[in-house]
């Protein structure tokens, strides 16, 4: 979830606790009936209940959004739009550019036309993070579907760059 919806969830629950409290500090409990302190209490309920809700739909979105498509000439990303491949070699490599420098933003690009980019594979990344040091090998989790028309799809999952390699030759 982005800061300003945590920041916005936050104040919610405080002016519900701030409330709740005030209620029993100025005896409003003696007064009036037991269901303002349960309809106090759903309404929390039901913030962290909203809360819950919109950190999975954006795990979900963040996954949808590192989905990358791969052809022999180009890879796609709805975020970065079309990059050219020098080889196909080098896939994983502008991949893991790709991956590092994701904002997760909302300004999506359109898929090609099939004229344009002719996709072989999808690249479904579950997990990614980036290497910590120098010459290390960043956490790389997810799968590799492979398109093929006649003969059906075939998923291979993978774990590392070195296995996401294997897959796309």
């Known amino acids: 979830m982005k800061k300003s919806n945590w920041i916005g969830l936050a104040i919610a629950v405080l002016i519900d606790v701030f409330l709740l409290w ?9 007064v009036d ?4 302190l ?3 209490i ?12 919109v950190n999975r739909l954006e795990r979900q979105r963040e996954k949808r959004l590192r989905t990358i498509y791969v052809s022999p000439t180009a ?36 898929m090609p036309k099939s004229e344009e980019f002719d996709c072989r594979y999808v690249v479904q990344t579950d997990e990614y ?4 040091g120098e010459g290390g090998e960043p956490t790389w989790k997810g799968t590799v579907v492979a398109i093929a028309r006649v003969a ?9 760059r070195s296995e996401l390699a294997a897959a796309l030759s």
């Open 38 to 40: 349960v309809i106090s």
């Open 152 to 160: 059906g799809n075939r998923e291979m999952p993978f774990s590392s």
């Open 33 to 36: 009936s037991p269901l303002d």
């Open 129 to 132: 993070k980036a290497a910590g």
């Open 42 to 53: 759903i309404w929390l309920v039901v913030i962290v209940a909203v809360i819950v809700g």
């Open 75 to 110: 890879v796609f990303n709805k975020e970065r739009g079309l990059v050219s491949l020098g080889s196909a070699a080098a896939a994983p490599s502008v991949m893991e550019g790709i991956l590092k420098d994701m904002e997760y933003g909302f300004n999506l690009k359109e």
């Open 22 to 30: 005030l209620w029993f500090f100025l005896g409003f409990n003696r």
